[in-house]
């Protein structure tokens, strides 16, 4: 990695170390061709910027490798998302015509950065109404889907550095998430993600709801520590005698959720009853998944009483997204609701990395493969 004469050496050392840890986290899921795709662009991109060069406070090597690593680690995307993401700043910024990264790079990468250049250009100071429409235009403009998923991980990156933008475009910034791209992730089954965009947005759009919700989760955590330990006890000890190899998860929903739920309903904190959920993680293999989700569900459900009526069953029909899982509410001692959700590892992952997680598992193998996957993932979009 040359990078003498264009950079102290302190910030040297500090882009080295960034790239290790993106090489770090690619290594385990790329072939050596996708490996030298990264190196390439990563060798492109710092001979592009300059050291004076920052975005929010961050330099912009730094933050574009950060980028990439949030696609790799969060949400499982290909070697050639991780160079877009990489190159996307610093072409804007510098004017680095497309050509050249044609040449430099590789034509895939130039393709993915000119769609993401045209989403980047539209006014999405929208408001709720017109959010539809909106999310319809960039789906419009959009012929690989990985775009959207760069973008979505763009946006997710500086939500979580909100510090460091500036009040007024704090604002739009919240108000484009949640209008565009959360609902977009909901769409590609990006759950966490999603969950974690509305999250971020009610706190900077609706603060003293957000603020209120958290200070009185806060005041119940000792509470709801002990009965989620206390609820998870048995079901491991008899899934584990059943010769489970399971993990189980207590976390609290979203505070945008229980927002969403009190003002539907039309209810006081206090009223909402699920206010956390247990998740069930087993693992199986394949053939035996449906089978052993529903003997965890026959576990569960001999030491808590179900509602029918909550039983979702996502396994026999899984969501357009690819989402599967089983959930039930239960009532534990006290009167107290809790949502169960059971899932194998493999649903697992792709609840939290959406369709990008599936050609992991349909056993894709190359980047041919994946774009044939990526045509049919299209359909789940429009």
């Not at 050639?80 to 680095?96: D, F, G, W």
């Not at 003002?263 to 009223?271: A, V």
């Not at 396994?315 to 509410?329: D, F, Q, V, W």
């Given at each position: 990695?040359?990078?003498?004469?264009?950079?102290?050496?302190?910030?040297?050392?500090q882009?080295?170390?960034?790239?290790?840890?993106?090489?770090?986290?690619?290594?385990?899921?790329?072939?050596?061709?996708?490996?030298?795709?990264?190196?390439?662009?990563?060798?492109?991109?710092?001979?592009q910027?300059?050291?004076?060069?920052?975005?929010?406070?961050?330099?912009?090597?730094?933050?574009?490798?950060r980028?990439?690593?949030?696609?790799?680690?969060?949400?499982?995307?290909?070697?050639?998302?991780?160079?877009?993401?990489?190159?996307?700043?610093?072409?804007?910024?510098?004017?680095?015509?497309?050509?050249?990264?044609?040449?430099?790079?590789?034509?895939?990468?130039?393709?993915?950065?000119?769609?993401?250049?045209k989403i980047?250009?539209?006014?999405?100071?929208?408001?709720?109404?017109?959010?539809?429409?909106?999310?319809?235009?960039?789906?419009?403009?959009?012929?690989?889907?990985?775009v959207?998923?760069?973008?979505?991980?763009?946006?997710?990156?500086?939500?979580?550095?909100?510090?460091?933008?500036?009040?007024?475009?704090?604002?739009?910034?919240?108000?484009?998430?949640?209008s565009?791209?959360?609902?977009?992730s909901?769409r590609?089954?990006l759950?966490?993600?999603?969950?974690?965009?509305?999250?971020?947005?009610?706190?900077?759009?609706?603060?003293?709801?957000?603020?209120?919700?958290?200070?009185?989760?806060?005041?119940?955590?000792?509470?709801?520590?002990?009965?989620?330990r206390?609820?998870?006890?048995?079901?491991?000890?008899?899934?584990?005698?059943?010769?489970?190899q399971?993990?189980?998860?207590?976390?609290l929903?979203?505070?945008?959720?229980?927002?969403?739920?009190?003002?539907?309903?039309?209810?006081?904190?206090?009223?909402?009853?699920?206010?956390?959920?247990i998740?069930?993680?087993?693992?199986?293999?394949?053939?035996?998944?449906?089978?052993?989700?529903?003997?965890?569900?026959?576990?569960?459900?001999d030491?808590?009483?179900?509602?029918?009526e909550?039983?979702r069953?996502?396994?026999?029909?899984?969501?357009?997204?690819?989402?599967?899982?089983?959930?039930?509410?239960?009532?534990?001692?006290?009167?107290?609701?809790?949502?169960?959700?059971?899932?194998?590892?493999?649903?697992?992952?792709?609840?939290?990395?959406?369709?990008?997680?599936?050609?992991?598992?349909?056993?894709?193998?190359?980047?041919?493969?994946?774009?044939?996957w990526?045509?049919?993932?299209?359909?789940?979009?429009?």
């Amino acid at each position: 990695m040359e990078t003498a004469g264009r950079y102290s050496e302190p910030l040297q050392k500090q882009l080295l170390n960034q790239y290790r840890g993106l090489v770090r986290v690619c290594r385990g899921e790329y072939d050596s061709s996708s490996m030298a795709l990264v190196k390439r662009s990563f060798e492109f991109l710092i001979c592009q910027c300059r050291e004076e060069q920052h975005i929010h406070g961050d330099h912009i090597v730094l933050h574009a490798t950060r980028l990439a690593r949030l696609t790799v680690r969060e949400l499982g995307l290909d070697a050639l998302s991780v160079s877009a993401a990489l190159l996307m700043h610093c072409t804007a910024v510098n004017r680095v015509s497309l050509i050249t990264v044609r040449k430099e790079v590789g034509e895939r990468t130039a393709s993915i950065l000119e769609e993401l250049m045209k989403i980047s250009s539209l006014d999405i100071s929208t408001t709720e109404g017109q959010a539809e429409n909106m999310r319809n235009l960039i789906l419009t403009l959009v012929t690989d889907f990985r775009v959207i998923l760069i973008k979505i991980a763009e946006r997710l990156f500086l939500m979580r550095h909100m510090e460091r933008i500036e009040e007024k475009d704090q604002f739009s910034l919240a108000t484009e998430a949640r209008s565009i791209y959360s609902p977009l992730s909901h769409r590609l089954g990006l759950y966490n993600v999603m969950l974690e965009m509305e999250d971020i947005s009610m706190s900077v759009l609706e603060k003293d709801a957000y603020e209120m919700i958290e200070e009185k989760l806060r005041a119940s955590t000792q509470r709801r520590n002990r009965m989620i330990r206390e609820f998870i006890q048995p079901i491991r000890e008899d899934l584990e005698k059943e010769k489970f190899q399971v993990e189980i998860r207590g976390r609290l929903k979203a505070i945008s959720s229980i927002w969403r739920k009190m003002r539907s309903q039309k209810i006081d904190f206090e009223e909402v009853y699920d206010k956390f959920a247990i998740r069930v993680i087993i693992d199986t293999p394949p053939r035996k998944e449906k089978a052993d989700c529903w003997r965890a569900y026959s576990i569960i459900t001999d030491h808590y009483q179900p509602n029918p009526e909550r039983l979702r069953d996502w396994i026999s029909a899984p969501k357009s997204n690819g989402y599967e899982a089983l959930h039930t509410t239960v009532v534990v001692p006290g009167g107290d609701w809790v949502e169960v959700q059971i899932r194998t590892r493999r649903m697992n992952e792709i609840a939290e990395k959406g369709l990008a997680a599936h050609w992991k598992y349909k056993g894709i193998k190359g980047q041919a493969g994946i774009d044939q996957w990526i045509e049919k993932v299209r359909d789940t979009l429009e």
